[in-house]
């Protein structure tokens, strides 16, 4: 840290760190992405924009879990966070049903109830729900 700024080893701040990230994402260049935001995580493990993009993605790259796994940090921190319950819930409802006991679809279910709970008026939450 040096006059309140965050550098990387390269001397980058964590702003510098984001624009560059952005561009990638900008490019669709998500591998790059990837890694921009994978370092800003190692400075910032709880980086909100650096999780929130970064799960973005990796959605991108097919990499379902590790998007899943980036929203779940997301919500570990701030349950309320309606980016990452709508990410996390549409990824969740992308995969097939084991069995009633093994289905993530019921785990999107719930987590859309949960924000529906705290946000009734929310269009695209009620949207989602009842796809």
């Known amino acids: 840290m040096v006059g309140g700024i965050t550098l990387n080893a390269y001397g980058e701040s964590i702003d510098e760190m984001h624009d560059s990230a952005l561009e990638y994402m900008n490019a669709q260049n998500f591998v790059q992405a990837i890694q921009e935001y994978s370092k800003i995580l190692e400075i910032d493990p709880k980086d909100e924009t650096a999780l929130t993009n970064r799960a973005f993605a990796f959605s991108m790259t097919g990499d379902y879990e590790s998007s899943l796994k980036d929203l779940s940090k997301i919500l570990e921190n701030d349950p309320k966070n309606l980016i990452a319950i709508k990410g996390k819930a549409t990824l969740l409802a992308q995969f097939e049903c084991d069995s009633y006991d ?30």
């Open 102 to 131: 093994n289905c993530r679809l019921n785990e999107a279910l719930e987590l859309l109830d949960i924000a529906l709970d705290n946000n009734p008026d929310d269009e695209d939450l009620k949207m989602k729900r009842d796809f």
